[in-house]
């Protein structure tokens, strides 16, 4: 079983993933309005992939006799100046998102809750997965600069992302 603690920490980060997750959707629906089809499958894609990480925190707070209590999902940005500050956002998310993951695996090391410990080893490798993938889209916008056409074809490599079978990428 789960402490109160760990439950009321578990539950907010199916809060967080699910926050992560509109966020991704309103970025994608941001480069859709920018006529940026290749990004907004991207920022899709990673939408995709959170709301299944949600699901894992769900279904592990089950799996340990706990019980899910969802919470509002707050208002997420909209608007953004051009796609390197979409990108730089998503960057900065997801290093806030690790922050996250990090406190959790600190609260299960201090509570000797070894089974949670081992769960959330998934997401600090998920982390660095996610932290390189967006810094690499930032490195490259940064390379782009003003360039209408580099941007194109940045564009179109980005919607070259795939998911894998079950709609979310990578066993997200």
Do not use: C
């Not at 079983?1 to 629906?29: D, G």
């Not at 990004?39 to 799996?63: G, P, S």
């Amino acid at each position: 079983m789960l402490s109160e603690k760990m439950q009321a920490e578990l539950n907010k980060q199916i809060n967080a993933e699910l926050y992560s997750a509109y966020l991704y959707l309103a970025m994608s629906a941001y480069f859709e309005s920018e006529d940026l089809p290749g990004m907004a499958q991207w920022m899709r894609l990673q939408y995709e992939e959170e709301v299944v990480h949600a699901l894992k925190f769900y279904d592990y707070i089950h799996e340990r006799r706990g019980r899910v209590l969802l919470a509002p999902i707050e208002a997420v940005q909209t608007e953004w100046e051009s796609p390197l500050a979409v990108f730089e956002a998503a960057l900065a998310h997801e290093q806030h998102v690790t922050a996250l993951i990090h406190a959790l695996v600190k609260l299960a090391t201090e509570e000797g809750d070894y089974a949670t410990q081992s769960f959330l080893q998934w997401f600090v490798d998920e982390q660095v997965e996610e932290e390189a993938s967006a810094d690499a889209v930032v490195q490259q916008l940064r390379r782009v600069g003003d360039s209408a056409s580099l941007l194109f074809l940045l564009d179109r490599e980005l919607g070259q992302r795939q998911a894998e079978a079950g709609g979310a990428e990578a066993e997200a």
